[in-house]
């Protein structure tokens, strides 16, 4: 398993190489979000610390490991000049980050499905280069973006949680909040990974007591997540038990503070250009991301047997998939909100998206509720074998990440999407393979119309690209 690891690594890695020379060849200077990074990286290479660009948004974490990373190496070298912390330089860095993810990937794996013997290395290898090709993420290995570095924090921090380092994750978790804000929500998830794990004992210990046969956490009826709610509440409620939870989850608390205490000292979570980026309650991101992860794992959730059994679902079940559906057309209804790059950026996908999706008829966004429904149920479906407190954790998590966005950006999912793949029950062998190809083929699709047709906007000489 080691040497397959390694070979897969190695020839993942060989392959960006490949696709970063060719875009790098291509795409020779910054280009779109570049244009402000590399000019603030570049400043920071000079020793400039206290120059800022206003229109960042992002904490200075990713120019601060590519000033720690490219300065050291250009010492050992002989690099001097307009080489160090060059554009080519700078995108370097990301992909150093890939090969880091790539690892974490495998490691997140190999720990959350330990307990099941029947997982081969072979499946744990081919999901990590699935998951290492997740198109959305691959893309912006390529580009001086937060993304990569965002994602490898996180990533090493919930790896630190799961292996009872809550020191190092926290710490962990603060480098990556560092390079995007919002990943204070999954500060919160590692936190909230232990708090699950103690009241799933507890929860345990709870049913042992009643003699009841099977744990009612993983039977998901209305009436046992009320049941699991009151346990909640009277759990959380007991000093003693709020005692133990805040001793396992201390470097987590300190950490959060720390993030309150920058929130009111900075007037707000964004750095800069606040006009563009103003938290509102935008719920139909939840449905949009649903959607996301339907089309990115597809072989997973879209099966002719899940569909027959949410079909036996919803006769079984007619009263509450009908206000559930109700609830959603409200939502839709109350809380669309259409941000104005993704009305006039017609470089990103979502631009057309929104254009050929939601455009072409006021009710097209209602229409597509009986599919969100599914999605809904289907992904919760797939998470049937985590606990219901780490499921109610997660979602609270994925609310809070997603909801707040005013933006459609695909870029947003990249995390929450993730950390459910990592999560669900391995696949067979054949679905992995149908996901791994079905990766591949998208990153060819994009890379190609990115680096090949290429257009031009009427009023800028500049050459635009098609891009996530």
């Keep these: ?155 090493f921090a919930y790896l630190m949680c799961l292996y009872g380092n809550h020191k190092t994750s926290a710490l962990l978790g603060f480098c990556g909040f560092m390079f995007r804000q919002t990943n204070i929500v999954w500060t919160v998830f590692c936190a909230g990974n232990v708090v699950a794990e103690k009241l799933n004992e507890a929860w345990k210990t709870e049913l042992q007591k009643k003699k009841d046969e099977k744990i009612s956490s993983k039977k998901g009826s209305f009436s046992d997540l009320t049941r699991t709610l009151q346990f909640l509440i009277k759990y959380l409620i007991s000093p003693k038990n709020l005692v133990t939870v805040i001793a396992l989850t201390w470097p987590y608390i300190i950490l959060v503070t720390v993030f309150f205490v920058f929130v009111f000292v900075n007037g707000g979570i964004v750095v800069g250009d606040r006009s563009s980026h103003e938290a509102c309650l935008h719920f139909p991101q939840l449905f949009y991301f649903l959607s996301f992860t339907a089309f990115f794992s597809f072989p997973h959730l879209l099966t002719p047997a899940k569909v027959r059994r949410f079909l036996l679902s919803l006769r079984k079940h007619p009263v509450q998939y009908s206000l559930v559906t109700v609830f959603s057309l409200f939502l839709i209804w109350k809380f669309t909100y259409v941000h104005k790059y993704l009305l006039a950026d017609n470089r990103h996908y979502t631009f057309y998206v929104w254009r050929k999706v939601f455009q072409r008829h006021e009710l097209v966004k209602y229409v597509l509720v009986p599919f969100y429904v599914f999605a809904g149920w ?91």
């Design 1 to 155: 398993e080691a040497y397959g690891l390694s070979g897969a690594v190695s020839g993942a890695f060989l392959l960006s190489c490949l696709l970063f020379a060719a875009v790098s060849r291509q795409q020779r200077g910054p280009y779109m979000d570049e244009v402000f990074h590399v000019p603030q990286a570049q400043a920071y290479c000079r020793g400039r610390f206290l120059q800022w660009d206003p229109m960042i948004t992002t904490l200075p974490g990713l120019y601060l490991v590519s000033v720690g990373v490219v300065k050291p190496a250009a010492w050992l070298f002989g690099w001097t000049g307009s080489v160090v912390c060059s554009v080519g330089m700078l995108r370097f860095i990301n992909l150093l980050f890939s090969a880091g993810n790539f690892y974490l990937l495998y490691l997140l794996l190999f720990r959350i499905h330990q307990k099941n013997k029947a997982v081969s290395g072979f499946q744990r290898i081919l999901s990590t280069l699935t998951l290492a090709m997740f198109p959305t993420l691959y893309f912006f290995t390529f580009l001086y973006y937060t993304d990569p570095g965002s994602v490898f924090f996180t990533l």
């Design 378 to 468: 289907t992904f919760a479906d797939t998470l049937k074998s985590k606990s219901i407190f780490w499921i109610l954790m997660y979602f609270v998590c994925l609310l809070a990440v997603t909801v707040p966005q005013k933006l459609l950006e695909f870029r947003y999912f990249i995390l929450p999407f993730l950390i459910y793949r990592l999560n669900i029950p391995f696949p067979s062998v054949y679905r992995q393979l149908v996901e791994l190809v079905f990766y591949i083929l998208i990153n060819a699709v994009t890379f190609y119309l990115f680096l090949n047709r290429t257009f031009q906007w009427e009023n800028s000489a500049e050459i635009q690209r098609f891009m996530w």
